[in-house]
């Protein structure tokens, strides 16, 4: 298994610009998170989805939007970028079991934006 | 708002003695807590994690303790090495319902290892 993908690594936008963020999980996990990390920072929900066609915000959605079509792909979706949307920017993804409690996330390598 | 966070947010020791990495949380309602490693530039690693019901929990070369009555989780690592140098985060969950995968993330405790 690949795990949790991520693209764009790297990408550099200028302020008002937009773009998506792609997120894919081969792993048939029902629960994935966007988190964003801010330098010398934790990390900090954006938004979270429990299966395809649900989604709900997290600690900080203003600025991003997503969306779950199918079960592998999380999107996010910035629309009018802001230096203060300068960040790395994390997709995990983790299983449900009704009963088990929490279950591991696992995170991928990370897109990293910078808003000019 | 209730958080999760550090006491230390550096730590430096030498190859082969053990590490102890602290973390003090607030939400009396978590039940559920874990330890996650960042290597610079990669995503965090799971290394382990406990459930409230627990108070100690081992893996290889790590350890975590929890300890509910004054809200404070550690991670132990043991005979660290270089490879262990990272920035470790413990972060905090409530499991069940709608509460479900929301983790809390500290900020985190930047480990050196010296050889």
């Known amino acids: 298994n690949a795990g949790v993908t991520q693209t764009p690594k790297f990408r550099i936008l200028k302020i008002g610009q937009s773009m998506t963020l792609q997120c894919t999980q081969d792993?048939?996990?029902?629960?994935m998170y966007w988190y964003r990390q801010d330098p010398g920072m934790g990390l900090k929900l954006i938004y979270y989805s429990v299966g395809a066609g649900i989604t709900d915000k997290g600690e900080v959605p203003n600025g991003y939007n997503v969306s779950r079509s199918t079960t592998e792909d999380f999107p996010l979706r910035l629309e009018l970028a802001a230096p203060s949307q300068t960040s790395v920017y994390f997709c995990a993804s983790s299983a449900y079991v009704s009963g088990a409690g929490e279950d591991t996330q696992y995170f991928g390598p990370g897109t990293r934006l910078t808003v000019l | 708002g209730e958080s999760v966070g550090l006491h230390l947010p550096t730590l430096s020791v030498q190859e082969g003695d053990n590490s102890i990495i602290n973390c003090a949380y607030s939400?009396?309602?978590?039940?559920?807590f874990i330890w996650y490693k960042q290597e610079s530039g990669k995503g965090p690693q799971f290394i382990i994690d406990i459930r409230s019901n627990m108070d100690k929990r081992q893996g290889q070369r790590v350890t975590v303790l929890l300890n509910k009555t004054v809200k404070h989780l550690s991670l132990q690592i043991a005979a660290t090495q270089p490879g262990d140098s990272a920035v470790y985060f413990c972060?905090?969950?409530?499991?069940?319902?709608?509460?479900?995968?929301?983790?809390?993330f500290g900020q985190g405790t930047i480990l050196t290892v010296h050889p």
């Open positions: 939400n009396s309602a978590s039940d559920y």
């Open positions: 972060a905090d969950a409530h499991a069940g319902g709608t509460s479900y995968g929301k983790l809390t």
């Open positions: 792993m048939n996990h029902n629960y």
